[in-house]
């Protein structure tokens, strides 16, 4: 048997450079009361990507690959940010516009009635201030767009 088991450890330069890390545990909770209390410093990020959205629409220089991927971005960037603000229905949302846009090549009248929706759908989210839980309204809100995403999609994508 041996009696005695050696541990040798790997030099490890990057982290003797930064150290250990980590932020204290009162400063992670401290954090995220003040981001769950502070949903007006949202609303305007919300309607800064919501008017980015609308300025890419209406640029008529970029392809519509371009504008899709603008808008894209936008919308990923609200659904990520969508749960930091404890907006979780505006993730959802986002979300599923996000699996949508790929599958569009070209911007027509039925595409921007999609985005305008989008858009209404998250400006009633803050407007009504629907928080945390989904509430009877957020998942209406949720169903009416999802819908809106199957019908373009049943006329367009025919099998």
Request: charged share 30%; net charge neutral; aromatic share 6%.
């Amino acid at each position: 048997m041996i009696d005695k088991v050696e541990e040798i450890c790997p030099p490890n330069p990057l982290k003797d450079k930064v150290g250990e890390g980590g932020l204290d545990e009162n400063i992670i909770k401290s954090a995220e009361e003040s981001m769950k209390h502070k949903a007006d410093s949202f609303v305007p990020v919300i309607e800064r990507y919501l008017q980015k959205i609308s300025d890419s629409l209406n640029n008529k220089e970029n392809s519509p690959a371009e504008i899709i991927q603008d808008i894209s971005y936008c919308i990923t960037q609200l659904k990520a940010q969508g749960s930091m603000f404890n907006y979780p229905l505006v993730t959802e949302v986002s979300e599923l516009i996000i699996k949508f846009l790929p599958r569009v090549k070209t911007i027509n009248g039925d595409i921007l009635e999609i985005i305008s929706a989008y858009q209404l759908t998250v400006r009633a989210i803050a407007k009504q201030e629907l928080r945390g839980e989904k509430t009877a309204t957020g998942k209406a809100l949720l169903v009416a767009l999802n819908q809106a995403c199957d019908r373009y999609c049943k006329h367009h994508f025919k099998k």
